[in-house]
């Protein structure tokens, strides 16, 4: 007793639930780490971009030496100086691309958010898929305790000689499309626990049991990939304004100050300025450019047009796809019960005539039709309570909230 329940510790240990594999994939799988490392560069562009409002200061020095010497110019000059500038006014240049950078990120924020959940509804769809797998397997193994044993039987009645072989072949040939059918079925279970692992980013030993609560009330919302794209827009629109701030006036202020020192200096090469301090005031202005700046702007703000398009579409397209997930609901449930209701006539019919059979009352046909609708009964009302599952997670996605919160 004590052997059986150290093997079966790690079992439990090693079980993953639902809600633990989506906490993982969310943190850790590489799609996931690579949008949110594009969210990173996005908030240091951002940041970048409002560097910009602060002065500039520039350092830098020179040498210069003539090895024959000018007419009232030293031998050797050499500089050093600092150079502060800030501009005054820029057309609203850097506000526009301050904005435009708060959108971009805005967009990539959405779009992280956006692949978790996405990631989050497909690894639920491999979860449940996984799990009706192995209550295909459970049912098929099942089966082929009983088919093993009837066959076993059945050839002792034919080496008797009170059965023929036509019953033996029967049964032998149910007996091994059972065992076909169950490595077809373990096959699936490993293919589609590796897209589990892939997703998630972690291997997966053993599933609990999870399920999501009953209809909650929230407020529908749209999809994190419709705001994404929204955000996309806005950035696009201020792109636009930033280049159409080349047209207005642009007023700089730079102030520069220069020390100098000289060697080989005599009168008739003379020493110039020991310091200066120069202030300068720019004013710059684009008055024709033939509207190529104009048509670059145009341009920008067709592509804005098209994203607004994809918008109305994505907005659509989620409004029908919640309501499929509503219908799938309804659906789900009512194929539940007729599916446990189908599951009890199975079992019922397969006692009675397992009775039979063994008591020769019935055939071997008679008895591998109940067998298989007694094993397919069982997988159908597994799978329906495990697509009842998917459609609550589909139905979550689709009203733009996160799965892993309606985990019990």
């Known amino acids: 007793?004590?052997?059986?329940?150290?093997?079966?510790?790690?079992?439990?240990?090693?079980?993953?639930?639902?809600?633990?594999?989506?906490?993982?994939?969310?943190?850790?799988?590489?799609?996931?780490?690579?949008?949110?490392?594009?969210?990173?560069?996005?908030?240091?562009?951002?940041?970048?971009?409002?560097?910009?409002?602060?002065?500039?200061?520039?350092?830098?020095?020179?040498?210069?030496?003539?090895?024959?010497?000018?007419?009232?110019?030293?031998?050797?000059?050499?500089?050093?100086?600092?150079?502060?500038?800030?501009?005054?006014?820029?057309?609203?240049?850097?506000?526009?691309?301050?904005?435009?950078?708060?959108?971009?990120?805005?967009?990539?924020?959405?779009?992280?958010?956006?692949?978790?959940?996405?990631?989050?509804?497909?690894?639920?769809?491999?979860?449940?898929?996984?799990?009706?797998?192995?209550?295909?397997?459970?049912?098929?193994?099942?089966?082929?305790?009983?088919?093993?044993?009837?066959?076993?039987?059945?050839?002792?009645?034919?080496?008797?000689?009170?059965?023929?072989?036509?019953d033996v072949d029967r049964l032998q040939a149910a007996y091994d499309t059972n065992v076909y059918n169950i490595e077809s079925v373990k096959l699936q279970i490993l293919s589609a626990t590796k897209q589990l692992e892939l997703k998630v980013g972690k291997s997966v030993e053993n599933l609990d049991d999870s399920s999501f609560e009953e209809l909650a009330n929230s407020d529908y919302e749209l999809i994190d990939s419709t705001k994404a794209l929204m955000a996309q827009k806005d950035s696009v629109k201020y792109s636009a304004e930033s280049l159409a701030s080349v047209y207005y006036p642009v007023l700089r202020v730079e102030d520069t100050y220069s020390l100098y020192g000289y060697d080989r200096s005599d009168l008739q090469h003379p020493e110039g300025a020991k310091e200066q301090n120069k202030l300068m005031v720019t004013l710059n202005m684009r008055i024709f450019d033939n509207g190529s700046v104009q048509k670059t702007k145009e341009a920008v703000l067709v592509n804005a047009q098209a994203l607004n398009t994809q918008i109305n579409y994505l907005t659509n397209e989620q409004k029908v796809n919640f309501s499929i997930a509503e219908a799938s609901l309804n659906t789900s449930k009512a194929e539940i019960q007729s599916a446990q209701s189908a599951l009890e006539a199975a079992k019922s019919a397969f006692k009675t005539i397992e009775e039979k059979y063994n008591a020769g009352i019935a055939d071997n046909v008679t008895y591998l039709d109940a067998l298989t609708s007694l094993t397919n009964a069982k997988a159908l009302y597994t799978k329906a309570k495990n697509d009842e599952q998917i459609a609550y997670a589909t139905y979550y996605f689709y009203s733009g909230k996160n799965i892993g919160d309606y985990l019990k």
């Open 1 to 166: 007793m004590i052997r059986l329940v150290l093997l079966l510790v790690p079992v439990f240990v090693c079980a993953d639930d639902l809600k633990g594999l989506l906490d993982f994939a969310t943190k850790n799988s590489d799609l996931v780490v690579s949008k949110t490392l594009s969210q990173d560069a996005k908030s240091k562009e951002l940041d970048s971009q409002k560097s910009a409002y602060f002065p500039t200061l520039d350092v830098g020095a020179f040498y210069q030496r003539l090895d024959e010497r000018s007419p009232y110019m030293p031998g050797d000059t050499y500089a050093g100086y600092a150079k502060v500038g800030v501009d005054i006014y820029d057309g609203g240049r850097k506000s526009s691309l301050v904005d435009q950078k708060e959108n971009e990120f805005k967009a990539s924020s959405f779009e992280t958010e956006a692949m978790k959940k996405s990631l989050s509804l497909q690894i639920v769809q491999e979860f449940f898929t996984i799990k009706t797998l192995q209550a295909t397997l459970e049912a098929r193994l099942e089966a082929d305790k009983s088919l093993k044993a009837q066959l076993y039987r059945m050839t002792q009645f034919y080496l008797a000689k009170v059965a023929t072989k036509d």
